[in-house]
């Protein structure tokens, strides 16, 4: 039970925003259980539904699995709180606005923006090779783009390089720092940062055994990325997400509160 909000948010949000919340909620008690948070820190942001310049984010100093939908925060694209529900007892993280509030103003097909520092990921965000097709799952990200590191992310100077180093492709690595995956919801933000994680740890696990590695043809990596591409077939997570919801309903449903 979440006891430091002090609003009935549902009653002063519409309808819609509250799914938002829900999914948005959900989507960060999922991080930890697959082994993808990091403490207090790192964000996830949702774009508020019928919105071009707000979003919603954590409250610095809670834990991914204390999140719940009224616990967000809502903040716009210039890092101004427009509706925090804690009063002053919690804020945003400064990092948190200065990445993600770049991708949503931005990337206007964005709806959700998550950032990592998994082991694996910050494993292969030091490696000059960076990503590597070694199985289907890392080649859905034949074209994932690359942020050189340039310090903690304070500075809003970074946000004009950082949206052009990740242009218009869906994930990203922050070499020597982590990952960030931009998708148009939460549900295929999801699934994404999912495969892209896994795909880290794959190629973590392959390099410490020290032996050849055998690749894929170049034809076989490019139709394995045409074939996972959401216009090929279909966009990943859309159809995953109910099951997500029922995972965690399942083992803990105050994600809802």
């Known amino acids: 039970m979440n006891v430091i909000v002090k609003d009935d948010v549902k009653s002063k949000v519409s309808e819609v925003e509250w799914q938002a919340r829900v999914n948005l909620a959900a989507c960060y008690r999922l991080m930890p259980m697959f082994g993808m948070s990091d403490l207090v820190y790192n964000h ?16 610095y100093g809670y834990m991914y699995e204390e999140i719940t939908a009224s616990s967000l925060i809502t903040i716009d694209v210039e890092g101004n709180v427009i509706y925090n529900p804690h009063g002053d007892a919690f804020d945003i993280n400064q990092a948190g606005y200065v990445i993600h509030s770049a991708v949503h103003k931005a990337r206007h097909d964005v709806g959700c923006v998550i950032h990592t520092h998994s082991r694996a990921g910050m494993g292969v965000s030091a490696l000059k090779c960076g990503l590597l097709p070694l199985t289907q799952t890392a080649m859905r990200f034949a074209e994932v783009a690359y942020h050189d590191y340039e310090g903690p992310a304070l500075d809003l100077d970074e946000q004009k390089r950082l949206v052009a180093d990740l242009g218009m492709r869906e994930a990203m690595i922050l070499r020597n720092h982590g990952l960030l995956v931009a998708s148009p919801d939460v549900d295929q933000a999801f699934n994404a940062i999912y495969w892209l994680e896994m795909a880290c740890r794959v190629q973590m696990d392959v390099l410490a055994t020290n032996t050849e590695i055998n690749m894929p043809d170049p034809e076989v990596i490019a139709k394995a990325n045409h074939l996972y591409k959401p216009t090929t077939r279909r966009p990943f997570g859309i159809m995953e997400w109910p099951a997500m919801l029922r995972y965690l309903d399942r083992r803990d449903p105050s994600y809802r509160e």
Do not use: Q, Y
């Open 44 to 59: 996830i942001t949702l774009r508020v539904p019928d919105t071009e310049d707000r979003f919603l984010i954590n409250p």
